[in-house]
Nanobody, 126 residues
Framework: QVQLVESGGGLVQAGGSLRLSCAASGRTLSSYDMGWFRQAPGKEREFVAAIRWSGGSTYYADSVKGRFTISRDNAKNTVYLQMNSLKPEDTGVYYC???????????????????WGQGTQVTVSS
């Protein structure tokens, strides 16, 4: 069993930056790929970014490519999401998650992930 806890959300003006963290307990994350998702009010949860267990490869949704950076520190059992040039449409609850399978392909569907954090709110004002 693994527990994931996100932090770092908040209120920021458009153009600003935030860094989200996802800390794991109960089991090491170092052998697992990880992902970030977000959910805006009234919308479905959507894929944001993913990273391989080694940190050597990353994958992004087109909507955040060039603005967001996913990274990890396996020694700290933590995954990060650096968000720059934030836009009002980036507003939502951000979740980190662990996929059921690893290293086969990139997983974008929520059904491909079995462990989720409780989420952290990000609000971008215009």
């Amino acid at each position: 069993q693994v527990q994931l806890v996100e932090s770092g959300g908040g209120l920021v003006q458009a153009g600003g930056s935030l860094r989200l963290s996802c800390a794991a307990s109960g089991r090491t994350l170092s052998s697992y790929d990880m992902g970030w998702f977000r959910q805006a009010p009234g919308k479905e949860r959507e894929f944001v970014a993913a990273i391989r267990w080694s940190g050597g490869s990353t994958y992004y949704a087109d909507s955040v490519k060039g603005r967001f950076t996913i990274s990890r520190d396996n020694a700290k059992n933590t995954v990060y999401l650096q968000m720059n040039s934030l836009k009002p449409e980036d507003t939502g609850v951000y979740y980190c998650a662990r996929p059921r399978l690893h290293g086969v392909r990139w997983y974008r569907d929520t059904g491909d992930y079995d462990y989720w954090g409780q989420g952290t709110q990000v609000t971008v004002s215009s």
